[in-house]
């Protein structure tokens, strides 16, 4: 398909003769054009040479008086059709798999993403040692080392300060006592040139917002696991600690937390709509949700950390919205 994107505004508008100008960088030192068409500067330059790096092409319309159209035109955009499938995968797989006397280093510079992915493996018979940055991991693995006991596997993600995942990997794979350890990228996006920079260095890729489902069955690949086969509910009978009185009295106390705690950062959310402070709700929420083993609450706020993670505002917008729903539905159980 041919991708389009257009960005108009009702400024003073541009005439024709300014109009390549002010793509060209060299010409952005001419005062005059600055001082007239303000914040035009090198953005339009630079996003020229990142359309054009990308295959496509941009051009402005524009009437004197009357506001500006840019459009970015990117011809032969491949589609995923299963797209949806695949975002869709059936936990089943996954919900019930145990991993056998293993241990993993996550490392990441985002404290949040480190939380979802030592809760995504909570229950999962994981050891998870996290690190913060490169250099970071590089210390514990080499504590590690001398107290023998490394990690079967390192989870990284690809953009980090200072040390980021690639210069982190090719540390790991120029040292004989850790190059047998398998790494994972963790990684926002991918293109071509990208995926292929990741298969020639890493031993396996994943692309954020992270599922559960997709984290254990990449883990599946390299680390020996087991299925679980005594799992409450398949034989029909709850387990000892999932008594009506005992639910209850965990909706009770997590009915308080959400009035107490989380009903009044909700009302700053909704009227500022920040999103690290989303975030952080999100992650926060479902941290308390799963001490206290209320399963909606927890899939609700998993839901809306991933919308975060893509900025699908129209989805953080409708799930903040439903919050209050949440309180209800604690009561009606």
Not at 105 to 114: E, S, T
Not at 122 to 131: C, F, N, R, T
């Amino acid at each position: 398909m041919t991708l389009v994107f257009e960005i108009s505004d009702t400024g003073i508008g541009i005439s024709r003769d300014r109009q390549k100008v002010i793509f060209e960088s060299f010409r952005q030192e001419d005062s005059s054009v600055t001082r007239k068409y303000e914040g035009s500067g090198l953005g339009l330059a630079i996003t020229k040479k990142l359309v054009e790096i990308m295959n496509g092409t941009v051009f402005v319309e524009s009437e004197i008086g009357h506001g500006s159209t840019f459009r970015l035109v990117f011809p032969d955009v491949a589609v995923v059709p299963a797209l949806n499938a695949v975002r869709k995968t059936d936990d089943s797989d996954t919900e019930n798999i145990v991993f056998e006397n293993a241990g993993i280093l996550l490392v990441d510079d985002v404290q949040y993403n480190r939380v979802l992915v030592s809760g995504y493996l909570e229950d999962s018979g994981l050891s998870v040692l996290e690190a913060e940055s490169g250099d970071d991991a590089l210390s514990l693995l080499a504590h590690c080392r001398h107290s023998g006991n490394l990690p079967n596997l390192i989870l990284t993600d690809l953009r980090m300060p200072d040390k980021d995942g690639y210069s982190l990997t090719k540390t790991i794979r120029e040292k004989d006592e850790l190059r047998h350890i398998p790494v994972i990228a963790l990684t926002g996006s991918q293109t071509r040139a990208s995926l292929d920079k990741i298969n020639a260095l890493f031993d396996g890729c994943l692309q954020k917002p992270l599922t559960r489902a997709r984290l254990i069955s990449e883990l599946k690949k390299f680390l020996p696991f087991r299925v679980k086969t005594n799992v409450p509910g398949n034989t029909g009978q709850k387990p000892a600690d999932d008594t009506r009185a005992e639910m209850q009295v965990r909706a009770s106390a997590m009915a308080e937390i959400i009035a107490g705690e989380f009903i009044p950062r909700w009302e700053e959310i909704k009227d500022m709509f920040f999103i690290d402070d989303i975030v952080s709700f999100s992650l926060d929420l479902k941290q308390s949700a799963e001490k206290y083993k209320v399963r909606h609450i927890e899939d609700y706020s998993k839901e809306l950390y991933e919308h975060t993670q893509t900025i699908n505002i129209d989805e953080i917008e409708r799930m903040i919205a439903l919050f209050p729903e949440m309180l209800n539905k604690i009561s009606e159980k």
